[in-house]
């Protein structure tokens, strides 16, 4: 009788394993079997007035061309009662003609869970980052990211998101932060994303071990993207304007004074969907930085143009 007991003990042990195992591979099935997978290569060049500033006059800015490489591979998935996630790293690799010191390399991770309620479509992100500058380790981030968001009607979307960040410098510990993000978001759909508007306002704050690379500040941007049909072929441009101000704490011995800065963006791009699978992407950007520290006091061009293939 004990020999018969044991036995069944160890025959209902053993069904409940191969269920586990039935309804863990089963689980792992469904969830690939709604995945969707990608995968983007691209190359290109790109052109910056500003690589160095000439530490004589940091008015002139010391140009240089670049070769720009970029891996990115990602995942999306559904669960059900409307959950939402996908998963993503993003490989990027940037070599200058003249300014090798300044060669970059950049490792990034991000994953996102959304949830939509009835109302409101809540997210949670995090991203981890880890940037090499000349074939040294240079910056690690982490950032975690809860956000809200609503739709207006049919054509207004509003989100609100915070952002707590943590940055750490291999070589300059007093520049180790801890930042605070509060974000909204509007959106005017005027032909759903083929044709928008987006404005942003954010405040933000970080603290440093060394209060003269402490600050707060507030960033405005807006946006403006639209798609055209040229033949068979899909043409989207964008237009975004960005201003940021930063005010530091800690007074510094060079100026005799807390730093403060003020910068401005202009961009422009154009995406040329070419095929379903290639596109071409051109983008000019100019900055203008207006600081009572000189070597943060410089007007910058940019052009970047690559060639993306996408699975």
Do not use: C
Not at 32 to 54: K, M, P, R, T, W
Not at 221 to 226: P, V, Y
Not at 233 to 243: E, F, G, L, M
Request: proline share 2%; no cysteine; charged share 25%.
């Amino acid at each position: 009788g004990a020999w018969i007991n044991r036995r069944t003990r160890i025959l209902r042990v053993n069904a409940l394993v191969l269920k586990t195992k039935t309804a863990f591979m089963l689980a792992v099935f469904a969830v690939s079997a709604q995945a969707e997978f990608s995968a983007e290569l691209a190359a290109g060049i790109e052109y910056d007035s500003n690589v160095a500033v000439d530490s004589i006059d940091s008015t002139s800015g010391l140009g240089d061309w670049a070769r720009n490489l970029n891996v990115a591979l990602g995942a999306s998935g559904r669960w059900p009662v409307n959950w939402e996630w996908s998963g993503r790293y993003q490989g990027y690799d940037s070599q200058w003609q003249t300014y090798s010191q300044y060669d970059t390399q950049m490792h990034t991770g991000l994953g996102k869970v959304t949830y939509k309620a009835s109302h409101f479509i809540n997210e949670l992100a995090g991203v981890y980052a880890q940037a090499d500058v000349n074939g040294q380790a240079f910056l690690t981030m982490r950032r975690i990211s809860p956000a809200i968001g609503s739709f207006i009607g049919q054509q207004w979307y509003w989100r609100a998101q915070y952002d707590r960040t943590q940055k750490q410098f291999v070589d300059y510990p007093l520049r180790d932060s801890d930042g605070d993000a509060v974000g909204l978001y509007l959106y005017r759909f005027i032909d759903k994303t083929r044709h928008f508007i987006s404005a942003n306002v954010q405040l933000k704050r970080e603290q440093t071990p060394d209060d003269i690379y402490q600050y707060q500040g507030g960033i405005v941007r807006l946006g403006w993207k639209r798609a055209w049909q040229v033949g068979a072929d899909t043409v989207s441009t964008q237009i975004k304007a960005r201003y940021e101000m930063r005010q530091y704490d800690g007074i510094r011995s060079d100026i005799l004074a807390a730093r403060h800065d003020d910068k401005i963006r202009l961009s422009a791009d154009l995406n040329w969907q070419i095929t379903p699978r290639w596109s071409a992407q051109f983008e000019l950007i100019r900055d203008w930085n207006e600081s009572n520290l000189q070597a943060a006091d410089y007007k910058q061009f940019r052009i970047d143009s690559r060639i993306r293939w996408r699975y």
